[in-house]
């Protein structure tokens, strides 16, 4: 989420931290000075053929569907580097299970800034990520955020680039609109089966200072102009957003929804506003993109980690009410509290897994046909709390860890279009989702219990997620 800078390290992202728009004027003149010809800007490792195709572009398992099941985003660190054949390994273990979608932005989380000088690319990171999700046999996902500096009041340059949080997260200027989707347009020729594009993320940057409340207008003008731009390459290719933070909040704060609420918290009412001006205005979408957490804004688990997971449900049938049933996807999607470097260690293994398993449940009951796991993974080490596999660096890296036997067996039992079915289950601590084929268990508690679920009697320990053949 905006709670993740360029890696999984940053601090929080809080609405008090996003910048203005002051001096914006200056630094224009200053952008203007550094891209005239012969001033010196270095444009050491870049090139002019941006929209090149890059490698072998694969027939992706849903190349034509908007819809394309549970995957994972990628983050600074991800299995596309690292010893040989660690990479190789989750590449195999990956495609031998059919497939996991996957997400890269175009600048931040792993790549580098993609056009550090206007009509100069580098796409070197970028391509090592797409390259990586080609060789695993899935579908691959783009989000086009962040901007590059010149764009956003800052200096043109290869040397340039000021990967701070708050630089990152800040937007295109208006008059940079154009240029943003022209960058979109050069990443979609690169990569032409990339068909699946999320614009920007999380309305990083669109917050109006002045009125307490989301730009949603500029939003929805960068959205529309890169959409646009995006289906005249290429008309089958697909859009989404707006990729808004469906943060909830006490029910007794100021900006509580009254409208939208449950034990878990009420929504805070400027994101039903920003939501509901993108949907009235935008010029077409073919999925509908959130992200958010379970916990409140304060990180209030409401009234306990699994009901909590409760919201995810209750959010996802809004959202899909509001947009006439556009396929739904959570971009991003958290359980558990992050501490003040945004890492999520307070938690055993066994009782993430199991809280996690219990929001991918919510999710699905919600509506939602797509979800992606923000993926924390380490560069180095053996420890690596909520990854899906140890570090790909040194001997015996990427190995699956009990994060991604959740994924990826959820992935393939409810894939888009699985017809749910009710199943009878006598102790309400148990959280089930089924098919006519296959039952999902969760025990919340943290001891063992004893449940009958569907006529049979299930033993289940300390936070067990177990699969039920039927």
């Avoid at 009958?452 to 053949?469: F, R």
Wanted: hydrophobic share 35%.
């Amino acid at each position: 989420m905006g709670r993740h800078g360029w890696n999984s390290g940053a601090r929080r992202w809080r609405l008090t931290a996003l910048l203005g728009v002051g001096a914006v004027a200056l630094a224009l003149v200053v952008t203007l000075l550094n891209t005239f010809p012969g001033n010196g800007v270095n444009t050491d490792g870049t090139s002019r053929d941006g929209d090149k195709v890059h490698g072998n572009p694969t027939a992706t398992p849903d190349a034509t569907d908007p819809e394309v099941g549970w995957g994972f985003t990628h983050t600074q660190h991800s299995a596309d580097e690292g010893a040989a054949a660690a990479v190789k390994g989750v590449e195999g273990r990956i495609a031998d299970a059919g497939g996991l979608p996957q997400i890269q932005h175009i600048m931040g989380w792993g790549a580098d800034n993609p056009e550090p000088v206007e009509g100069r690319y580098d796409f070197e990171a970028m391509d090592r990520r797409i390259d990586f999700v080609r060789a695993s046999g899935s579908t691959p996902v783009v989000t086009l955020c962040c901007a590059p500096d010149w764009m956003k009041g800052g200096k043109a340059g290869v040397d340039n680039t000021n990967w701070s949080q708050a630089a990152l997260e800040t937007a295109p200027e208006p008059e940079h609109f154009d240029d943003f989707a022209a960058l979109a347009v050069t990443v979609a020729k690169r990569y032409p089966d990339v068909r699946h594009f999320i614009v920007w993320n999380e309305f990083k940057g669109f917050w109006n200072d002045a009125e307490g409340r989301w730009d949603y207008e500029g939003y929805t003008r960068l959205y529309n102009l890169v959409r646009k731009a995006l289906k005249k390459v290429n008309p089958e290719i697909m859009v989404g957003g707006p990729y808004l933070v469906m943060d909830s909040v006490d029910p007794r704060a100021e900006e509580a929804s009254t409208a939208l609420k449950g034990p878990w918290g009420a929504m805070d009412q400027r994101t039903i506003d920003a939501f509901e001006y993108w949907n009235r205005h935008k010029t077409g979408a073919d999925f509908v993109v959130v992200d958010g957490s379970s916990y409140t804004r304060d990180d209030e688990l409401l009234p306990d980690e699994f009901t909590a997971t409760d919201k995810f449900t209750a959010v996802s049938r809004w959202v899909r009410e509001q947009t006439g049933d556009l396929p739904l996807w959570w971009a991003e999607y958290y359980v558990e509290p992050a501490d003040g470097n945004d890492d999520r260690k307070g938690w055993s293994e066994a009782r993430r897994v199991a809280v996690q398993a219990a929001g991918m449940v919510a999710l699905a009951k919600g509506g939602a046909s797509s979800a992606f796991y923000w993926n924390p993974e380490e560069e180095k080490g053996t420890e690596c709390a909520g990854c899906l596999w140890t570090p790909t660096y040194g001997a015996g890296g990427g190995e699956k860890l009990p994060m991604y036997d959740l994924l990826a067996r959820f992935g393939k039992e409810f894939r888009p279009g699985t017809e749910y079915t009710k199943v009878s289950v006598d102790k309400p601590d148990v959280r089930v989702l089924a098919t006519d084929k296959v039952i999902l268990a969760v025990n919340t508690l943290d001891r063992q219990t004893s449940v009958k679920i569907d006529g049979e009697k299930v033993e289940l320990q300390a936070y067990e997620v177990k699969w039920l053949k039927r």
